[in-house]
């Protein structure tokens, strides 16, 4: 006997096998060269199926990223040494924020490969905001995030607050990012002998954690930088 139940579980899954089969083409592919045809073949559907469900490319494209996305954040939220962050100072907090990214690298090169993909299809493709606000609300909880730790580090005071909270969230975001999706995709310098990505990643994590670690601020005249000491 039919149920609304059953109904809504097999459109259910047939979103998420559209979503899969579309993942996997536009990683492998890229987004620009992937028709909304290419995803129905892939599934074995007609293309008024996939249609059916998401109206346009665009429509679809953000889908994807979203729902990736989502599943990568829901898995970082559960390997959390404290759930709800409580327990961590600042510092724990921002060096596991950090760690994220280098732990995407490890095990998540194909999504870090996506997103290249994916930046580069909204801005050719012109997404507006409005339509890109699914993906952006997801994004809102690596701000989230990012959020508690500035707060507690303005009282616990392991990690500096003297840079704006938006202004070192969107920097760190962007170093980590664009450098886990350059080793991702491989572009990068490769010596003679070779290199250690996942070291490389690491000294950029500890030059963070260097630059904004709280601490006795030294001017060093001589050498015409600042360094810091913990107190």
Not at 123 to 142: H, T, V
Request: with cysteine; charged share 30%.
């Amino acid at each position: 006997m039919w149920t609304s139940s059953r109904g809504e579980k097999k459109i259910e899954a047939r979103r998420n096998e559209l979503l899969q089969k579309g993942y996997e083409l536009f990683t492998e592919r890229n987004i620009e060269s992937v028709t909304m045809r290419d995803v129905a073949n892939a599934v074995g559907c007609g293309i008024a199926s996939v249609y059916r469900y998401y109206k346009s490319k665009p429509v679809f494209v953000i889908a994807v990223a979203t729902w990736v996305w989502s599943g990568v954040i829901q898995k970082n939220r559960e390997k959390r040494p404290h759930p709800d962050l409580t327990a961590m100072t600042a510092e724990e907090i921002f060096s596991l924020f950090l760690e994220s990214f280098i732990e995407l690298y490890r095990s998540r090169p194909d999504l870090l490969r996506f997103n290249q993909f994916f930046n580069i299809y909204i801005r050719s493709a012109k997404i507006s905001p409005e339509m890109l606000k699914p993906y952006q609300d997801m994004i809102e909880e690596l701000k989230e995030r990012f959020h508690i730790m500035y707060r507690k580090a303005e009282s616990d005071r392991t990690i500096r607050t003297d840079e704006p909270e938006e202004e070192m969230f969107s920097t760190i975001l962007h170093l980590m990012l664009a450098a886990v999706t350059r080793y991702a995709i491989g572009l990068v310098y490769i010596p003679e002998n070779g290199f250690d990505a996942e070291k490389e990643l690491e000294k950029q994590k500890e030059a963070l954690l260097l630059r904004y670690r709280n601490g006795k601020q030294v001017k060093a005249e001589t050498l015409g930088s600042t360094f810091y000491e913990k107190p």
